[in-house]
């Protein structure tokens, strides 16, 4: 099949009446499928908004604002050169034009998706993605989201519904208020970082502890293994994020405007590994039906 043409140049759309907000006593939360299965804002009853709230959602979807939260699929961070290898052939993907030669995040999020189940509390959303320029396999990505008392339950679900074999991950992407006092603590036992010369990750312990990570503006950090972070934001909010077996890597970014805590299921620069990933990577070969998932938690602690 010839794939379809990837993302283009128009906006999202954004009508008011395709927006849908679920409530409780405790959260307000306000989504737009129509761009890129987003969440828009996440508010708190005592502590206001806890993301950088996406006020407009008409943008160009390959050029995100850094707002909201987004969905993962079928890979996060950098694919170098937009290109990797797979069953003996190169495959050449289309590089952001905002990323140089490289593309980001996947298409998931530069897609309309569509709303499957809601009530009051709940909202689930799917996107059925055909090959296109951007990614040249058949997929199906799911989100549900949940409101409980003091929780939002964040599940992801990705499926490869083509007919052959599919490299794949999952992850969510939120733009949480700026950080306190740049400090994130985590209970993650290991570290990452790239190598500058082959771009494959590669796992290092640190001399230091990585309970508490101080973090510099604008220098993203990779984590493994992990299942609790908690880092105070906006005027002191402490907000604690757990996840699952399968959301297992965890990639922090403090900027003066956001704080970027991300559960992925693999680790960044994943794909320079291929075609045979080491299992620590994360990184998935998905057989046709095959899926994986992920589940966050996020608390506002009292």
Not at 148 to 168: C, F, H, K, R, W
Request: charged share 15%.
């Amino acid at each position: 099949m010839t794939p379809r043409k990837g993302a283009s140049n128009c906006r999202f759309s954004d009508p008011v009446s395709a927006r849908h907000t679920l409530r409780n006593q405790t959260f307000e939360a306000v989504f737009q499928p129509l761009a890129g299965g987003r969440m828009l804002s996440l508010r708190h009853a005592d502590h206001g908004d806890l993301i950088v709230s996406l006020r407009d959602a008409s943008f160009p979807p390959a050029q995100w604002p850094k707002a909201g939260a987004f969905p993962l699929f079928p890979f996060h961070n950098r694919v170098r050169n937009a290109a990797f290898r797979l069953d003996e052939r190169k495959i050449q993907l289309s590089a952001n034009a905002a990323n140089g030669l490289d593309t980001m995040h996947g298409p998931a999020h530069q897609r309309p998706w569509h709303v499957t189940d809601k009530g009051t509390s709940f909202i689930a959303m799917e996107l059925v993605f055909a090959p296109d320029h951007d990614w040249p396999y058949h997929f199906t990505a799911r989100q549900r989201f949940e409101l409980y008392e003091d929780q939002l339950i964040v599940a992801l679900e990705l499926t490869n519904s083509g007919s052959v074999n599919m490299p794949g991950g999952l992850g969510w992407h939120p733009y949480f208020q700026p950080t306190y006092d740049g400090q994130v603590f985590t209970d993650a036992k290991t570290q990452w970082q790239e190598n500058q010369e082959t771009n494959r990750p590669e796992a290092f312990e640190p001399p230091h502890s990585i309970e508490s990570c101080a973090l510099q503006f604008g220098i993203t950090e990779h984590f493994a293994n992990w299942s609790n972070a908690t880092a105070r934001i906006g005027i002191g909010t402490t907000i604690a994020l757990s996840a699952t077996i399968g959301l297992s890597h965890l990639t922090l970014l403090r900027q003066k405007d956001y704080l970027c805590i991300e559960p992925t299921s693999h680790v960044a620069g994943a794909f320079a590994t291929l075609p045979e990933p080491p299992a620590e990577t994360g990184l998935c070969i998905l057989s046709p039906g095959q899926t994986i998932t992920g589940t966050v938690t996020l608390q506002v602690n009292r």
